[in-house]
């Protein structure tokens, strides 16, 4: 076994509700744009000398379910450089509240995010890059294991083809619509809490599953009806409604660029 399967880390990014299982750590493991900022850990290191090592391990056991966790690139750090402090059966215990408190069903994107945490696990070294590192491309260099070093803290994971992050029209529809949400909503001066921009793509990925740009192209319709429902109950829209004013352009009239 070369590694965690797909189906372990679907099964593991459902189970942590895209968490972190430290205790009170709030950091996802990716965020809606589709940013890596956690990280898949073994409990028990699957390398001799590896933190918490067990050598009675079978490889099918290293790389199993039970003894996989999703943290946060700073709590992996932490916990593997103090494995005595962070034996197997702490990081087990915290794995487990933490499936308790945020485990849901499986749904369709868990397979594309279970892809880009295993990319990001079987990483090696790419010294003076100036361009893309393509993995698993026709035409490109291929290994079995292929680390990235970057000076930059995140990686930015571009939408796979057939999600509306893909689809450059959808795309700029459904940003247009959330600038428009964020504009008539933090207008309104009667709020009780501060306004947050970012918000808006919180909700969709509570309410759909996925960012928005990491959602099917077949949810396109459902998501702008969505957004389109939010900017009409803010106060803007409804005064708007009131002098016979639209708040927001259909698809159809965006792409061809007769915007409201």
Known sequence: MAGPSETTVRRLFALSGNLCAFPDCSLRIVEPDGTITG??????AHRKGGPRYHAMQTEEERHGFGNLVLLCRRHHKLVDAQPNVYSAESLLEIKVLREREMGRP???????YAKILLNDLRRITVKNDGGNVAIDSPGAIQAQTINVKTIRKTVKINAPPGTIGADQNASRYIQYLINRYNEFASADKTRALKFSFGAISKNIESNF??????LPIEQFSS??????????KTRVAKLNTAKSHRSFSTFEEFTCGKAV
Do not use: K, N, V
Not at 106 to 112: C, L, N, T, W
Not at 209 to 214: E, K, N, T, V
């Open 223 to 232: 998501l702008c009806e969505y957004l389109q429902r939010r900017i009409s």
């Open 106 to 112: 499986e749904q369709p994107a868990d397979g594309f």
């Open 209 to 214: 599953g996925s960012p928005w740009r990491l």
């Open 39 to 44: 990280e898949i850990c073994h409990i028990r």
